[in-house]
């Protein structure tokens, strides 16, 4: 899907990064030429887990990883408001929800692993 604007998640970078079953998969899209995007959202989780994992200078290392790869995408009120629509319409948690309306917001597909996403057509689903 070279060339395709996609929202890289949390799920994916873990992924990559813990060398999990999908590692190969994920490392076509991190790897990849595609135009990509992470949501503030995503960077609050990657840097939870990195340092759940590791310690403040291995999450802020992970962070400037993702930010090389990716354009940053903040929460403004136009994503908030269609993140509260997409959770009350698909019973998602909110940090899904605003994954999903982020990428919406830019016309790009989110790339995960996360179950929530398995059928949805704005997805590319790895997991």
């Not at 959202?41 to 590791?54: D, F, G, P, Q, T």
């Amino acid at each position: 899907m070279t060339g395709s604007k996609i929202l890289i998640d949390s799920w994916v970078w873990i992924e990559y990064w813990s060398k999990g079953p999908k590692a190969k998969e994920a490392r076509a899209f991190i790897e990849g030429l595609d135009e990509a995007y992470v949501s503030t959202v995503n960077i609050a989780e990657i840097y939870k887990w990195v340092l759940s994992s590791y310690d403040e200078k291995k999450a802020e290392n992970a962070i400037s990883t993702v930010l090389k790869r990716c354009h940053a995408v903040a929460v403004v009120i136009d994503i908030a408001v269609e993140a509260a629509k997409v959770r009350q319409a698909k019973k998602w948690g909110l940090g899904d929800s605003i994954v999903y309306s982020t990428a919406r917001s830019l016309g790009a597909k989110v790339v995960t692993g996360d179950s929530d996403f398995k059928d949805e057509t704005d997805a590319l689903f790895i997991g």
